[in-house]
């Protein structure tokens, strides 16, 4: 493996001072004092049509500045698409634009159907609950059954889909083995056989700042100023929502408190531009509450999973089937791209040894509320159903969990025979990762202590493994653009169009630019916020893709800026001989013997009699290459079965994500990772009610998110690869610790109590109802 030497280093985070002493300006740090409010007026039915709204009451009460409706002659009319995807020349390949400013058609419980812009809080407030509505309602159509089965004489959630199915996707790979389809595989006697169906939740992001923006004019145009994931992004949608220019939008990107995907879809930016509009460029703050954060944003897609597998007594598996459905609810937001990562990643963790694999994958539209992006985009779905059929298989045979998945884990070489474009398996760590993981758990031990367990009171111990793409390379555009200059002292200056957005990207990005100009770290200054109209273009954080993209362009002008650097200290001592060279900030000749210093170069480029000049370089790239990240977790819990308890006593992840930029920096994404997949194994899920389709626990007393009660001391560890496709060797790890302490937790409760559980959360409730249906209680 190479040797770097700011790559790798441990250090802390370039914004922790600032952070920590409350010195960073976030959104509402930066909001004016004469800024009015702005509230939406929900809607309270489902699923049904404005008939009329009456705002006379509302308008009456002192402060307020204006009511809008959906029936306002200057609303704009063109739909627009939410999802925080890049755009493509390519109709065919855009992302479906379903979603208005203000709508007539009530398609979800929360619809926004008016809003007001009032002098401050109470007066919105109060004009809110002034404005009366009447609607036309429609019978709901939550379920699969109710949606895709839907009856034919009231209007479908969307002309342009009368069935509600947004997508529909049926997959076969070449069979093998002198078969011609799956199924001959899968009825052959020779093979044992299961058929399982499981189910995940609709999982909130709960990030600690709501989603807010404020917009104001500007000349001509528009400001937006807002908590996003992809300011370049959130320009375009706010544009095109508007059907204004995209240059007469201009946003900008503070520090972000969180985002976790819920802030990879543009929300409430488009109405709150237009509601600017309406008051003559006054600026004007929309924040939600954070029971509309809850339950009028985005949340992980509730899926439901039939498998059916074949295998043989030698720990091979022969095929597997999968049919799924993903409930995206009242717009298509980020559409089939979610469920189709569930059924790519359930395919392609476990493809070693099949001889075929079928995958059929449904999105539909419902009146649940809407769905998007969550950490890991899907693969949390497909590992649970890839998980706990291979922790069913293991148990039900007798066999070690850790040794059956690594025989039938992804090889070295794999290539997705379905992506558009190379997504291969360039570096391979998995077996590492679970030998270490099995030594830090003591796996072997545990196993054999815990075996033939009766009472009430049981230990287990349970595993999960993973794999994860890097980026979306190959299926859709993955560009990144870098600007650096070399200030006055020697110092770096870096802007990057990718984002903080709370991950720790500044660091590594900075300890990205030192290594490869060849300064300390220390000496690098990056620039958090992102300004549409200077930072150069990035998509965004999402997909795990930044220091994988982002790093290539910053590697890339890194070199550039090197170059330069180290061009202008030859014309500055032309009797010395090249090619020079620098290291730490100083620069040497051929020799090896000590030139000059960065910062004499910098000070004498600036101000130079006759060549003087801002010694800089801006670049962008395009990446086609995605690779695989992967890892394994391991979890020891104890169960209270009377009490349906789970206490979870220690979890260890292992992870291959290459070459690790920062030690300190990936160990706290891992700990947060495990955290939110905890939280799915036994906590966390949004709940509808059936009667109006309105979110039950939409806050944090009911949303159950695991807290520091809830969880031991979390060990998380690395095997370092050298993936060739990376900048730095690295690959994917942002989103990769969410993804396996799920499922590990389900197969430690297995292994604790012999109860298979198929639906996630496994809350008490659920738990006690497994446990009664067995005879333990």
Known sequence: MKEFKEVGRPLKRVDAFDKVTGRAKYCYDLLPTDHLVAKMVLATVGNGRVVSIDTSEAEEIPGVVGVYTCFDPDLPQQPFGTAGHPWSCDPGHQDIQDRNILTQRVRQY???VAAVVAEDTVAADRAVRAVKVEYEEYPLELTRFEAVDRPEDFPPLHEARPNNIIAHV?????????????EQ???DPQWHRTHIEVKTPRQSQAHIELCLSFAYGEGDRIVVVSSTQLPHICRRIVAQAL????????VIKPYIGGGFGNKQDILYEPLNAWLCEKVGGRCVLLELTREEVFAYTRSRQPKECHIDAAWDDDMNLKARSLEGWSNQGSYAAHGHALMANTANSFRQEYSAKELAHHGVATTFYSNETCAGAMRAYGVPEGNWAAEVLMSDIAYDMGWDGAEFRLNNFME????DPFWPGPLCCYSRGIDECVAKGKELIGWDEKRAAYKDQTGPVRRGVGMALFSYKTSVAGLSLETSNVRMHLAQDGSIMLQMGATEIGQGADTVFSQMAAETVGVPTETVHIVSQQDTDVTPYDSGAYASRQTYV??????KVAEELREKILDYAAFLNPKRQGPFDMRDGVIYDVAGNEVTTIGEVSIQSYYHPTNAKQIEAQDGINVQENTFAMGACFVDLTVDIPMAKVTVNDVVEVHDSGVIINPKTAEQQVHGGIAQSVGMALSEELLTNPKDGSIRNNNLLDYKIPTMMDLPDLTADFVETYDPTGPYGN???GECPCIPAAPAVRDAILNATGVKFYEAPMTPQRLFEGFKKEGLI
């Open 110 to 112: 929360g619809d926004v």
């Open 170 to 182: 049926d997959n076969r790979t070449e069979v093998q083995g002198g078969y011609e389809t799956v």
């Open 185 to 187: 595989i899968l009825d």
């Open 243 to 250: 059907g204004r220019p995209w240059g007469d939008i201009r």
């Open 412 to 415: 070295l070489g794999y290539k």
């Open 550 to 555: 982002a790093g290539t362009a910053c590697r």
């Open 731 to 733: 690959k994917a790890l």
